[in-house]
């Protein structure tokens, strides 16, 4: 009796058709999730991102006088790609990525109400882990560090996104999800934790260091703000424009925006060379 050898194991990276494919297989199977597994695997990127954000934030304290401007940023995009790195590896449903599951759309493996209704539990659970997340952050006393130039960064930052122009916040998110949903396209073709890792990272430090604009970052960063301006207002100072209305403001363009950039210059694009049906 003879015993088959195992196959070999596949180290080249999946090729773009073979991505293409995995793609909306992966679309496929998010919209047929349950809404309580879906709900609590969205509050965990949330919460992911978030942390990744909080990363950034004391990353970027201090250094504005000591490094040069990009060289600060990039510095604090390759902290705050922590948030994607632990989506993809640790298992949870982030909004932005999901902008990809409109490749199924397209192929009509799934329907427009149910890519809806899965961006929709999505979008609330990562609302509640980054809020829930920025809580947390600020019960800890994270503004406090470094004499509260922590907290005064984390305010200059979420004043500074509800100070955005609707359109300029608009573009913003659509570059953003470019880069977001390319970082998340490559770990679809990666097989190892080593290969997704490197994927990850420059697109994502790529994003921050141009200052583009994440929706479920700014789940973060806007209500960390908020928090420090009614509770450690000696932090802070008087921005009116800070306020649930602000951060409504600024979800709308940055939202609509990171679709565009995900669903349609990333997942729409790929779908249409390597998917899209022919005669």
């Given at each position: ?8 194991a ?7 058709a073979?991505?293409?494919?995995k793609?909306?297989?992966i ?5 047929n999730?349950?809404?309580v597994?879906?709900?609590a ?38 902290v705050?790609a922590?948030g ?6 640790g298992?949870?449903?982030l909004?932005?990525?999901?902008n ?11 329907g ?23 809580l ?5 006393g994270h ?5 509260g ?11 500074a ?11 913003m ?6 880069l ?38 700014n789940?973060y960063?806007?209500?960390q703000?908020?928090m ?9 100072g ?30 729409l ?5 390597y ?5």
């Amino acid at each position: 009796m003879t015993m088959e050898s195992p196959p070999p194991a596949q180290v080249d990276a999946l090729l773009p058709a073979e991505i293409a494919r995995k793609a909306e297989e992966i679309g496929v199977a998010k919209a047929n999730m349950d809404t309580v597994r879906l709900l609590a695997l969205a509050v965990l990127a949330g919460a992911f991102i978030s942390l990744g954000a909080m990363a950034a934030t004391t990353m970027w304290t201090g250094l504005d006088d000591v490094v040069p401007y990009g060289l600060a940023r990039i510095l604090g995009g390759l902290v705050f790609a922590l948030g994607l790195i632990l989506v993809v590896l640790g298992g949870a449903e982030l909004f932005t990525g999901n902008n990809l599951m409109v490749m199924a759309v397209a192929s009509r493996r799934i329907g427009l109400r149910a890519l809806l209704r899965a961006w929709s539990i999505v979008f609330v659970g990562n609302l509640i882990g980054a809020v829930a997340t920025a809580l947390l952050v600020f019960l800890a006393g994270h503004h406090l560090l470094d004499g509260g130039a922590v907290g005064q960064k984390a305010f200059a930052i979420g004043a500074a996104k509800v100070d955005l122009p609707f359109l300029r916040a608009f573009f913003m998110g659509v570059l953003c999800n470019v880069l977001v949903c390319l970082a998340v396209w490559l770990c679809y073709g990666a097989h190892s934790t080593t290969d997704k890792l490197l994927v990850i990272l420059f697109p994502i430090a790529a994003f921050v260091a141009a200052g583009f604009e994440h929706s479920v970052a700014n789940m973060y960063f806007i209500p960390q703000a908020m928090m420090i301006q009614h509770w450690a207002p000696e932090l802070a100072g008087d921005h009116p424009v800070l306020t649930v209305g602000g951060l409504a403001a600024n979800m709308i363009p940055v939202t609509a925006g990171n679709i565009v950039g995900g669903g349609v210059f990333v997942g729409l694009i790929y779908w249409f060379i390597y998917l899209r049906r022919r005669d």
